[in-house]
């Protein structure tokens, strides 16, 4: 079974932390995508990437950066947590929007961060 | 800009009802996919349905069904007989083709709850 896997479900983590989330695919996919979830603003994008060591800001990157070293997995950081950065961070990944047999975004489960 | 709008952030249906839920996206692409995606109460985020604005006929999966209207930019989806399991947040989703490198554009999101 094909998945996009995320290495916590939880963390909490303190104000001033430098924070990993870690987002592995097995799908041999080129797009991998870093989202926020919160209430009433839906899923925001932060970052994303469509190769190895190439990365894109997406809508919100204030405060975050990403890492793609391997074509399978896609790392965000946040270097210095707040407490406005508590949310859900969902994961997801694609083909390119030109491959024949694009079928949208797989998802990881998600990560329900804390920073206290 | 490309916006996708569900103008329902909460529905709710009795089991074995019919329930549709709306989505509106404006675009000046005449190439793109459209989908939806269901996301229970556990997280995962995972595909509905995908429909290719090229062509006329409308997606169907089991239940599920959309009403693709291109010239109006209105993409609903039925739910037929739904289910208990039905209940989750539901997202409506757009992407351009032709040099797109893949980004899903989403609404905000439709918490539907299916109640016995």
């Known amino acids: 079974d094909v998945k996009v896997t995320q290495s916590s479900r939880y963390l909490v983590k303190r104000t001033g932390e430098k924070v990993f989330l870690e987002c592995v695919q097995d799908?041999?996919?080129?797009?991998m995508f870093w989202y926020r979830q919160d209430p009433g603003l839906g899923l925001r994008l932060i970052y994303f990437s469509y190769d190895v060591k190439m990365k894109e800001k997406g809508d919100i990157p204030e405060g975050y950066s990403v890492s793609r070293e391997k074509k399978e997995r896609f790392s965000l950081i946040l270097e210095s947590a707040s407490t406005n950065q508590t949310s859900m961070y969902l994961c997801?990944?694609?083909?390119?929007?030109?491959?024949?047999?694009?079928?949208?975004?797989?998802f990881g489960s998600g990560t329900r961060l804390t920073v206290v | 800009a490309q916006t996708v709008t569900q103008s329902q952030p909460e529905m709710s249906v009795q089991e074995a009802e019919t329930v549709t839920l709306s989505c509106t996206y404006d675009?000046?692409?005449?190439?793109?996919?459209l989908f939806w995606y269901k996301q229970p109460p556990s997280r995962q985020m995972i595909l509905v349905i995908r429909?290719?604005?090229?062509?006329?006929q409308n997606a169907t999966e089991n239940r599920f069904s959309v009403n693709f209207q291109k010239a109006a930019k209105s993409f609903s989806l039925k739910i037929s007989d739904s289910q208990l399991g039905d209940t989750a947040m539901y997202f409506c989703a757009f992407t351009p083709l032709g040099g797109s490198q893949g980004n899903l554009i989403f609404g905000k999101g439709t918490k539907l709850s299916v109640k016995p």
């Open positions: 429909q290719e604005a090229y062509k006329q």
């Open positions: 997801a990944s694609s083909l390119l929007g030109t491959d024949v047999n694009y079928y949208g975004y797989t």
């Open positions: 675009t000046s692409e005449s190439n793109y996919y």
């Open positions: 799908m041999d996919h080129e797009n």
